[in-house]
């Protein structure tokens, strides 16, 4: 229960809407238990009218309404059929009012429940976007969408259904088991004696409940996991002939959630035969004790009557109190889960600074970084200083650490020792926002969002934009004269990821998302991986103009000859090994200048 603790903030948010609908639950409940002691009266009024009837005074107790009521009434004894149909008129407006009241008990809690819904939803996906890169290498897609799904559905169920009947059940077990001991106290304790078998039998049984909800909700995520799994990767699946191994898979961890279900199923199950069993014995108990009292009290008819209807009352909400305990439990099971993930603090902290121009010489100082999920040492001491408006080219081979340097200066990552400095400011006084606002970033391993061309084109701006953008973007990516020979152009969906699009045309709309935002500062990642040679050449010849006054960092396993660089980096097992300009690196004949030689004789031949 500690757990759900955490969703106090959402009930005092909503607290005018509780407060009402607890009062709904009150006011319905009061005029639930009325109707049983109408009938207790009317019932002693026939029993009084028995041949040989005892006539005795009146003396059970009854609620100051109802004693209002009957003094009513009192005029109308010498008509008994008005006095009776006048009764029952009263038992059935008082039903229908309680139905009334229980309409407006559920548009105020569940309705509330909802717009907690919404809010936790909302703060969970909110806390998704502050988390760093590792938090998602190291968890899944599939965890963090049950998460938000099944996990949210549940807690929901706590703050809506569970937390409504709660109430209802612990009004109305309030105000029969009150009105029971004030008409015959002994005999309420009669009927009430298998309560704490019953208690304790809810107890066992949700300990029970709370450890298996806990493990079923860890078996979903991995379902959950392997379905998207399966779903984004379908062409390799189909493509290596492994449909079958990915079905058994899928079986054994749908077989291994089902058994926990079950398992779970059969230990609610032993509520409602408790519940019932528990209900026949009070019930029991009430006509044994009961009719005994009657042969020396004739009243005792109408109080007999009356605790009927009360068991018969609480029959719901006691049966009830076993479907409350394991919604709470289940609950308090997702809760845990929700509160582990959004007690989790994003290692890369935004310092909240004024949003400022990202502007100046970029440097590398001495900066080591390995990666925390895999203990990669990617960088090694590596410095860099990179002027205003210069072009570097950086180079290396696969794992090199190449990547890893424009990660660190969009602040994905944070460096173990050394630091990264713009324009002499530390990149961590930058704002997030402004940072990557102003650093465009194309990384190699291309996104689209299923949605338009144009959308995904402008997805980096704020605010309106004008298709001239969007148009002059995707010129500069040469990808537009491919745009125009889809069937609606740029409102064209790209489909999930850009299943639709060839691996260039994502990479080139990829390229385009970048350039229109015209950043400061411009960072490719091997961006140009996936097109061909000519398209290559006419997207760097269209950014030999869009670069003029940028500071471009251009990092790629190739040279690219069209553009003259003002610093090109050789990067190897996370350290420099050569730098300086195309000329001087030439003449340095290692392995740039061996790349230089393989790649122009590649070309002629």
């Not at 502050?130 to 998460?147: A, C, E, I, P, V």
């Not at 890369?348 to 990669?376: A, E, L, W």
């Not at 050394?418 to 006084?429: A, F, V």
């Not at 299943?499 to 400061?520: C, H, N, W």
Request: glycine content about 6%; charged content about 20%.
């Amino acid at each position: 229960m500690k757990h759900l603790s955490a969703l106090n903030k959402y009930f005092w948010k909503y607290k005018v809407r509780f407060i009402v609908g607890i009062l709904f639950v009150i006011a319905s409940n009061y005029f639930a238990v009325l109707a049983p002691q109408v009938t207790s009266y009317v019932v002693n009024q026939v029993q009084q009218r028995l041949p040989n009837a005892k006539h005795v005074a009146e003396r059970p107790w009854n609620d100051p309404l109802v004693q209002w009521f009957i003094k009513i009434m009192e005029p109308l004894k010498g008509n008994f059929i008005k006095l009776v149909a006048i009764c029952c008129i009263t038992i059935l407006m008082l039903a229908i009012l309680r139905g009334i009241l229980m309409f407006f008990m559920r548009q105020t809690i569940i309705v509330m429940s909802r717009h907690i819904e919404f809010d936790q939803k909302n703060e969970i996906f909110h806390h998704y976007q502050l988390l760093d890169t590792n938090f998602f290498k190291t968890h899944s897609t599939g965890d963090m969408m049950n998460r938000m799904t099944e996990d949210v559905s549940r807690v929901r169920s706590y703050t809506g259904p569970a937390i409504m009947y709660l109430i209802n059940l612990i009004t109305l077990i309030a105000f029969c088991v009150v009105n029971m001991v004030r008409k015959d106290a002994t005999l309420t304790l009669y009927v009430l004696a298998p309560l704490p078998i019953l208690a304790l039998t809810i107890y066992i049984v949700n300990q029970i409940i709370y450890k298996k909800s806990e493990k079923i909700q860890s078996l979903l995520s991995d379902l959950t996991t392997n379905a998207q799994e399966s779903y984004s990767g379908i062409r390799v699946i189909k493509s290596f002939v492994q449909e079958k191994a990915m079905l058994g898979f899928f079986a054994k961890n749908s077989e291994d959630y089902r058994n926990n279900a079950i398992g779970l199923a059969k230990v609610e199950s032993i509520y409602f035969p408790s519940m019932a069993l528990m209900i026949g014995l009070s019930t029991l108990i009430t006509i044994l004790i009961g009719g005994i009292q009657a042969l020396h009290d004739p009243l005792k008819v109408g109080v007999i009557v009356e605790f009927v209807i009360y068991i018969n009352m609480l029959q719901f909400p006691v049966s009830a109190i076993g479907w409350v305990a394991s919604m709470v439990q289940r609950a308090s099971a997702s809760q845990k889960r929700l509160n582990e993930f959004l007690d989790t603090r994003p290692a890369i902290s935004d310092n909240g600074k004024i949003p400022q121009q990202v502007k100046g010489d970029i440097r590398f100082n001495t900066v080591n970084f390995t990666y925390p999920h895999t203990g990669i040492h990617a960088l090694k001491d590596f410095s860099l200083k990179i002027k205003k408006g210069e072009k570097v080219l950086i180079l290396g081979k696969t794992g090199s650490g190449k990547s890893t340097i424009a990660q660190l200066l969009l602040r994905f990552y944070t460096p173990q020792t050394g630091d990264i400095t713009i324009g002499g400011k530390n990149i961590s006084e930058y704002s997030l926002k402004s940072l990557r606002e102003q650093v465009s970033y194309i990384p190699q391993d291309v996104f689209l969002f299923s949605d338009t061309v144009a959308n995904n084109i402008s997805f980096g701006l704020e605010g309106n934009f004008i298709e001239e953008q969007i148009s002059k973007a995707a010129q500069q990516a040469s990808v537009e004269n491919e745009i125009f020979q889809f069937a609606k152009g740029y409102d064209t969906m790209v489909g999930e990821r850009g299943v639709t699009l060839s691996g260039g045309q994502k990479q080139r709309i990829s390229i385009a998302r970048g350039l229109i935002k015209q950043p400061e500062i411009v960072v490719f990642d091997d961006c140009l991986s996936a097109v061909d040679t000519a398209t290559e050449n006419t997207i760097i010849s269209n950014l030999y103009q869009y670069l003029q006054d940028k500071t471009a960092i251009i990092i790629t396993h190739r040279i690219f000859t069209l553009l003259k660089f003002d610093k090109i980096v050789i990067l190897e097992d996370g350290r420099i090994t050569e730098q300086g300009t195309h000329e001087s690196l030439l003449l340095q004949n290692g392995y740039y200048a061996e790349l230089y030689k393989m790649q122009t004789v590649s070309s002629v031949g």
